[in-house]
């Protein structure tokens, strides 16, 4: 069974750091491309970054930029979002995403392409 799932979420003071996990378990982790979202209350789902299944691209939205960075540990099945200089607008819940497009034409991948999603993990950054 193909399954996500997130940890290292929390409360953080604003300039604070946080480190979240997404355990994929159920198929190769280097068979697809991995991407991260959050989403606040009464808010649209946004993207966050994505790192790709073939070449280890990686892409950030403009709002984390230089703040956050993604890895992908393969022989554990892990991609991590290490985020750095948090903000209070950063509070959502982060939820991470498989896709097994190619991303030889388009990257990242389109938000439908992900078909597998994980329950999510809550990031508070509060004083």
């Known amino acids: 069974q193909v399954q996500l799932v997130e940890s290292g979420g929390g409360l953080v003071q604003p300039g604070g750091s946080l480190r979240l996990s997404c355990a994929v378990s159920?198929?190769?982790?280097?068979?697809?491309?991995i991407g991260w979202f959050r989403q606040a209350p009464g808010k649209e789902r946004e993207g966050v970054s994505c790192?790709?299944?073939?070449?280890?691209?990686?892409y950030y939205a403009e709002s984390v930029k230089g703040r956050f960075s993604i890895s992908r540990d393969n022989a554990e099945n892990t991609v991590y979002l290490q985020m750095n200089t948090l903000k209070p607008e950063d509070t959502a819940t982060y939820y991470c995403?498989?896709?097994?497009?190619?991303?030889?034409?388009?990257?990242?991948?389109?938000?439908?392409?992900?078909?597998?999603w994980g329950q999510g993990t809550q990031v508070t950054v509060s004083s």
């Open positions: 159920g198929f190769p982790l280097d068979l697809y491309n």
């Open positions: 995403a498989a896709s097994s497009v190619s991303t030889r034409y388009r990257f990242p991948p389109a938000v439908f392409d992900y078909k597998t």
């Open positions: 790192i790709s299944r073939s070449d280890g691209r990686t």
